[in-house]
């Protein structure tokens, strides 16, 4: 056998493989909703009011129940007109759906926020972030990962405060400045693990209208990104947001997609990649 | 230049071009949330009181709404215990993320049940979708298009009665033989575009507690799918369901992903397929 047979027939297996080994992962970054969650005092607290739990009349199970919240409850979407008002802004039920399935990249601040509480993601924290991970793209998603997750369970952890006093609230969010790159990036949404896009102490909201201005939605209280590739890199988020008529969000479930390489799954585009410059040497072999 | 380095240059290009094409589409096929839903009559009406909608304190604008409604509102995902009770059986927070992504079929049965408002999908439907687009695949999500959806703004003609009485509901559905087929399938998900999978005039819904006790999710209610591919051929359906610890279930996102074919672009797989056809011959000559 030539070298050039045994390539060919190397390529032929790399890409008839690739064709089969297309392994999905999905991992929720969403945290469940229940009568403890944490939340931004001004909303009525989530209810859950069971209406059945046994059997009916005919002797089956039928067991459901009545849910009473507020929009930005739990992990959540904030529509753009949650805090900006203009022609065209997006509620829940009219955002472009294609905004809700995009590239995500998730920014790692959990050294920042864990040293300063009040942390706010900077310009830098972007530019250190693309030159690692590649420049973020048109239209996609970013969520700043403050390992603030961990802190779910518990009020005081949460906005470092027993009070529901909003001027007591400390928790890291994002700095205009760093808004103000991501909206000329051009991305469709902004998250956070933390309650707010703009930072515990903030009384105002800037980060907030600015985005919210440029027609870009928000997710807060994310849930745990542990299990996602660095940097979210390959991942495409699902936000399945509620989809409401008038709506200015709502709890979202965040599914996070992405070819599975863990278990010795090669990636397609790898395979793809590798399939390519294999046939440029056969070009010249 | 030889047939053989033509041939490599051909497949070089297909290859190439296939990383790049890859345009996703999404369809949204969920029915917006409002106060005028047609809704199941023993669950309380959707409510959206606005708490805000205007200006704040600052000058800037802060909108939001409290939600009130039952579980099984609108496009929802009956989660397993809604209707099925056992060891093990899925909360909407403890159903298995990837059960939520999962490959698509939509088996449409207009004509049918545009001739007779409460047909019964039967096993033999389930076959003859499979002879066009080949066997259900495990953990697949099959949905039912019963053309209903274009019924959706009215109560009247999408439960074929002006009451709320039940007795007097007449809507298609699906028949327990065809559910029973389903599941020996080993599918995740089983959806209708009517308000429930047991037909209208089901009063004991055995199709709800066959498919649950099978630990099986169903969405009802489903949105409009003639923007998606025939049979759902190629589709990936995300089910973006609420997750409520002790939820039944819940309004859901349903997002349904596929490559876009209609705008000249071929799709990766077809891609694969060629370029797999081409090394083929490449060895040979």
């Known amino acids: 056998m030539s070298g050039t047979d045994l390539l060919h027939k190397v390529v032929f297996m790399l890409v008839a493989v690739s064709v089969v080994i297309g392994v999905q992962k999905v991992v929720d970054i969403t945290h469940s909703l229940n009568e403890d969650n944490p939340r931004w005092p001004d909303g009525r607290e989530f209810e859950l009011n069971v209406i059945s739990n046994g059997t009916d009349s005919t002797g089956g199970w039928y ?31 009219s955002l472009p759906v294609e905004r809700l399935v995009q590239p995500l990249s998730v920014i790692n601040l959990q050294a920042q926020a864990n040293y300063y509480r009040d942390y706010e993601a ?3 924290d972007i530019i250190t972030f693309e030159k690692e991970f590649g420049k973020i793209p048109e239209g996609g998603i970013v969520i700043f ?8 369970k518990s009020f005081e952890a949460v906005y470092g405060s027993k009070s529901e006093d909003v001027t007591t609230f400390h928790f890291p969010g ?19 693990d933390t309650p707010s896009v703009d930072y515990g102490p903030s009384l105002d909201f800037p ?79």
């Open 145 to 152: 990962d403050f390992g603030w997750s961990k802190y779910w």
């Open 63 to 93: 067991a459901y129940n009545d849910l009473l919240f507020t929009e930005h409850t739990g992990t959540h979407f904030d529509a753009p007109c949650h805090f900006a008002m203009f022609p065209g802004v997006y509620y829940s039920s």
């Open 122 to 124: 900077t310009p830098n």
């Open 207 to 285: 980060v907030h209208r600015f985005l919210q201005g440029q027609n870009i939605f928000l997710l807060e209280n994310v849930g745990n990104m542990s299990a996602l590739p660095k940097g979210g890199d390959g991942v495409t988020l699902v936000v399945g947001a509620m989809k409401v008529d008038g709506g200015t969000g709502g709890p979202a479930r965040l599914l996070a997609l992405f070819e599975d390489t863990s278990s010795g799954n090669i990636p397609e585009c790898a395979l793809l990649t590798v399939t390519i410059v294999c046939q440029i040497i056969a070009l010249f072999v």
């Open 174 to 192: 994002v700095g205009l400045s760093a808004a103000e790159l991501l909206a000329s990036r051009g991305v469709y949404g902004v998250g956070v």
